[in-house]
């Protein structure tokens, strides 16, 4: 591959990073803590391509002002035999840039039927949560509501209304809210499930659209067999725009 | 703008002479724009095509290891640029005892101070050994550098809060299959197995300033391993979609399989290093020891590793370094789980 065409490729590289760092949609596909790398990253790209591009336009000049003929052995000594896998860096320009992947969905929450965070939080002689905040209806994540109901000694969700958001997955008959909980990069999220019952109207929201839900727990829901997916008792449900942070 | 009209040919594509009497093969340059330009009129389609389930969680998990890689894949071109640039090859031999068996296991130690993935460690280790590193060392160095880094291990404590043995083990799995490959490497291993390019040293053209040198074998290195993280990324996002996550979970207690099993996802997952131990953690029907091979197998040898490896050291290096690694890996894995576990458990 020319030397010119690999400076393109990184300039619009570097650009796809930047561009995904400043408009937010980087936390479709990393944690938040990434943007600065996102972006530092985009930036050297595009300054280590200008650079060479600078360097080129130099000696053009100065080789066509008839200084010397070796100003311009632009091939960097190895670039024929195996230039070829430069082509692969088109994929995430145009996969970002054309297709723009949405946050992971319902897909990856049946996909991965049987793993849940819960089981990773297991400490050893039953784990002491610290008790809810009081109040009628206590804002929670899907991870804490889930690990509470799996771990919890001490029962604090019993009787207290919850609040939390997720996107909804029809799975066997039954409609589940789940949210996907990520350790670096999509590719290692991992799922939360809340079943939703006794509001008849959660079928009809369509899968992997953003819902809030108020409710309480049913105890004794969530078991090792169900992969720890806990009932909630819905009592009210409203659809959300996606949030900004789709994982937890 | 300026003033350019004497035709001197701006690259050196190989077509020195007489290129008339040639057939006209398209440059690089108008496949790059005509492949911009079908994308863009193609948009729609393109877009509807990926809509469907498998597809949209492929190509998001694709983007997604790209990004979370890219980062480090730049700060270990940088660091090997810097290394290129301004570090006298004497400079780096006086570092390491000269005595190849002792340099392994003192490379493997410098490995933690690295603190990247193993996207920084594949060409900063290339370049240790362009400068004149022995290639035992600089190949333990590419082990160790991934695995038994500060944040790491930490990242591992946080995962297993109730079992502070899992780092541990970690440690010694990761550390004794870098060295043993090292090792490994110094009885078995042959020079030509490794692309004669891949050793070429990159001769800096006459008047090039130290920041030149620095900022073009960067480029360079950024263009060529880049290419081969991205067929990584494609592999992994791939094999994502199409292994059932049934794998994982359907083990249970079954401890030879689980680890057979969890040692291949290992591969083919290609989990970021910081990263793969909240996977496994959360496999709680599993023993230890299955997920301590993942935790070990998977900074060593994954798909997008081999790609890379592949790509800076040749195909005939990655073919059997690769599947070496792997079995390294596993035995020493088992075996500092037995030990610091004092069983499966």
């Known amino acids: ?248 | 703008m300026s003033p350019v009209t004497s035709p001197v040919p701006t690259t050196t594509e190989a077509e020195p002479a007489a290129p008339e009497r040639r057939r006209w093969v398209p440059s690089s340059l108008e496949v790059l724009c005509l492949v911009l330009v079908l994308a863009l009129v193609f948009r729609d389609p393109l877009t509807q095509f990926f809509n469907v389930p498998e597809l949209r969680t492929g190509s998001t998990i694709f983007v997604a290891v790209c990004v979370q890689a890219l980062p480090f894949l730049v700060f270990g071109v940088l660091l090997s640029g810097l290394i290129a640039a301004y570090v006298p090859m004497s400079a780096l031999r006086r570092a390491l005892p000269g005595n190849s068996a002792l340099a392994v296991p003192v490379a493997g130690l410098a490995g933690m101070a690295l603190p990247g993935c193993e996207c920084a460690s594949v060409p900063l280790s290339r370049r240790l050994m362009q400068q004149g590193v022995a290639p035992a060392a600089a190949l333990t160095f590419l082990l160790a550098a991934p695995a038994v880094n500060p944040i790491v291990l930490v990242s591992t404590a946080v995962a297993f809060p109730g079992e502070p043995l899992m780092v541990l083990a970690r440690f010694l799995g990761s550390f004794l299959t870098a060295v043993v490959m090292g090792w490994l490497w110094l009885r078995l291993g042959k020079a030509e197995w490794i692309a004669e390019r891949a050793l070429r040293r990159h001769e800096p053209k006459a008047g090039d300033s130290k920041f030149a040198i620095f900022a073009e074998t960067a480029r360079h290195d950024l263009v060529e391993a880049g290419g081969f993280l991205v067929l990584g990324g494609v592999t992994s996002a791939a094999l994502h979609v199409i292994v059932p996550g049934s794998w994982m979970t359907s083990l249970g207690g079954q401890v030879v399989l689980g680890v057979i099993v969890m040692a291949v996802l290992a591969v083919v997952l290609a989990l970021c290093s910081e990263a793969d131990a909240f996977v496994v953690a959360s496999l709680s029907m599993l023993p230890l020891l299955p997920r301590l091979v993942f935790l070990v197998v998977g900074p060593a040898v994954d798909v997008k590793l081999i790609a890379m490896q592949a790509g800076a050291f040749g195909r005939p290096f990655a073919a059997r370094f690769a599947p070496l690694t792997f079995v390294v890996a596993v035995l020493c894995a088992v075996g500092a789980g037995l030990v610091v576990f004092g069983g499966v458990r």
């Open chain 1, 1 to 248: 591959m020319r030397r010119e065409t690999q400076n393109i490729l990184l300039v619009l590289l570097g650009g796809a990073l930047l561009k995904i760092g400043l408009t937010g949609a980087y936390l479709n596909y990393v944690k938040p803590s990434f943007q600065w790398l996102v972006l530092a990253a985009g930036a050297v790209m595009v300054l280590l391509a200008l650079f060479a591009i600078a360097r080129d336009l130099k000696q053009h000049v100065r080789a066509s002002a008839g200084a010397s003929g070796e100003g311009h052995s632009h091939e960097d000594g190895h670039g024929h035999a195996h230039g070829r896998s430069s082509w692969m860096l088109m994929l995430p320009v145009l996969a970002i840039f054309l297709i723009a992947p949405p946050a992971l969905g319902s897909d990856s929450v049946t996909r991965n039927d049987g793993r849940s965070v819960a089981q990773s939080e297991r400490k050893s002689g039953g784990a002491v949560f610290d008790p809810l905040p009081a109040g009628d209806v206590v804002p929670i994540t899907m991870t804490d509501f889930v690990t509470r109901s799996a771990w919890d000694d001490a029962n604090t969700l019993n009787d207290r209304t919850v609040r939390m958001s997720g996107f909804i997955v029809h799975d066997k008959g039954s409609t589940l809210m789940a949210r996907l909980v990520m350790g670096c990069c999509a590719a290692d999220a991992t799922p939360v499930r809340v079943r939703l019952t006794e509001e008849p109207s959660v079928s009809g929201y369509a899968v992997d659209s953003w819902v809030e839900v108020t409710g309480r727990i049913q105890p004794g829901t969530s078991t090792q067999a169900n992969s720890y997916t806990p009932s909630l008792t819905v009592t009210s449900i409203k659809q959300i725009p996606i949030p900004e942070m789709p994982y937890e």
